[in-house]
C-alpha cells in the first residue's frame, strides 16, 4: 500500500520497463523523504493498513468464490468436464476474475471468451431458469465486493489524511497531487 506521495515521487524517479512495470535503484529512492510519523500517527496508520489488507483479501475470497461457483454449476450443467472438450478455467489475467467491476452483459461477454469458460457459459446461460439465478447470484455477489471496495477506499482515504498531514501539505497541493495520481490504484 503507497500513498499517492510516495507513489508520485516512484513513478517519477523510477525507470519504466514495458509500460507497466517499474525499476527500482537504491540511489534514485534515497532522495524521497520520508517523514517520521508521530506515535499515535504510526498506530493509526498500522491498523488502517491492516483493515485494507483484511478487506482486500475478503474481497479475493469472494471474488474467487464467485468464480469456482459458476465453474461448477458449468461443470454440473455438463455432467463432466471431460466430456467437453471447449470447457475452460478461468486464466488469471481473465477480467472475470474482477466481475465485479463488470456489468452484467460485459461479464457475459467475458465469460465466453478462451481465457474463460468458453462456448460452455453460453450454453449454460442459454437456459432462462441458469442465466436468471446465476444473474441474481452476480448481483449480490457484486454488491458485497462493492462494499468491501467502499470500506478499503475510506481507510485509504484516511490514511493519506494523516499522510497529507505529516507533509504539510495546502489542500491546493492536495488537490494537484489527487488529479496526478487518479486512477492509479487498482480494485
Known amino acids: 500500500m503507497l500513498s499517492p506521495i510516495i507513489w508520485f515521487c516512484l513513478t517519477k524517479l523510477a525507470q519504466c520497463i514495458l509500460g507497466y512495470s517499474f525499476r527500482f535503484k537504491k540511489q534514485w529512492t534515497e532522495p524521497i523523504p520520508i517523514v ?12 488502517l493498513a491492516k483493515l485494507c489488507q483484511d478487506m ?19 461443470r454440473q450443467f455438463y455432467k463432466s468436464a471431460s466430456t467437453n472438450p471447449d470447457f475452460n ?16 452483459d460485459e461479464f457475459c461477454s467475458r465469460a465466453q ?3 474463460a469458460y468458453g462456448r460452455p457459459f453460453k450454453e449454460y446461460t442459454g437456459s432462462l431458469k441458469n442465466k436468471s439465478a446465476l444473474k441474481q447470484y452476480f448481483e449480490d455477489t457484486k454488491a458485497s465486493c462493492a462494499n ?12 493519506n489524511s494523516i499522510v497529507y498531514k505529516l507533509y504539510d501539505l495546502t489542500p491546493d497541493e492536495i488537490t494537484l497531487l489527487k488529479d496526478l495520481t487518479q486512477g492509479i490504484y487498482e480494485d
Do not use: C, M, Y
Open 36 to 47: 517520521e510519523p508521530l506515535n499515535t500517527d504510526k498506530g493509526k496508520l498500522a491498523s
Open 148 to 159: 468491501l471496495s467502499a470500506q478499503i477506499h475510506k481507510a485509504e482515504d484516511e490514511i
Open 113 to 115: 471468451t478462451g481465457a
Open 89 to 104: 478455467e478461468v486464466s488469471p489475467g481473465s477480467d472475470v476474475n474482477k466481475f465485479d467491476t463488470l456489468t452484467w
Open 56 to 74: 482486500a483479501f475478503e474481497r479475493l475470497k469472494v471474488r474467487k468464490q464467485f468464480v469456482d461457483f459458476v465453474g461448477s454449476e458449468i
